[in-house]
């Protein structure tokens, strides 16, 4: 995995200003007040999903659509959620570009998740929320796992969730981050629709 992210070309994933900068491992805007996370974060968070080609995944935060490239060649299926349609749109097209055909792009509120698509072998979540949403811990399937950050705005820990065959939820603590806001029902302000 580490090998593919390093070939992902960064650049195609960010604004045009930032290019040249776009192999830094740092975060960058991609408008809208929206961010791409640096690859090493990236990297740790796919790898914690324990990905493979057998999986259904939902990503909340389609953003550039960097992560979703990523989820795509590592597995069967993506189910990506973005509220901005102009980010959504942007990253439909350029994953499209690029051959990218196993995902799915849907513009609305991530934070009540996909039940029509549900059970998910693993959600990823790309914006920080204030807690774990319970209709993605519904829609997670036994034997699954979610990754989200958990916190206030100015720094979250990033939460490993993961459901056993019978259904029984452990969360752990992996990492301090700082992700942008998870609009919506699980957002810290309330215009966050």
Known sequence: MK????????????????KKIAHYD?????????????????LKM???LDLNKEHHVLEIGTGSGYQTAILS????????????????????????EM???????FISD????????????RIIVTAASKEIPQELIEQLDNNGIMIIPIGPPELQDL??????????????????VRFVEFKGKYGWSKKSL
């Open 73 to 96: 060649h590592f597995t069967k299926h993506v189910y990506t959620i973005e509220l901005i349609p102009e980010l959504s749109r942007q990253a439909k097209k350029r994953l499209k």
């Open 26 to 42: 740092t975060p960058l805007p991609i408008g809208y007040n929206q961010t791409i996370s640096q690859p090493s974060l990236v």
């Open 3 to 18: 090998k593919f992210i390093q070939q992902l070309d960064r650049s195609k994933f960010v604004l045009e200003d930032d």
């Open 99 to 105: 051959n990218f055909t196993n995902i799915s792009f």
């Open 110 to 121: 991530g934070s009540i998740g996909l039940k029509k698509h549900a059970p998910f072998d």
């Open 159 to 176: 939460k490993l969730l993961k459901k056993d065959e019978q259904g029984n939820i452990t969360i752990q603590s992996i990492t301090p």
């Open 46 to 48: 796919s790898l914690l």
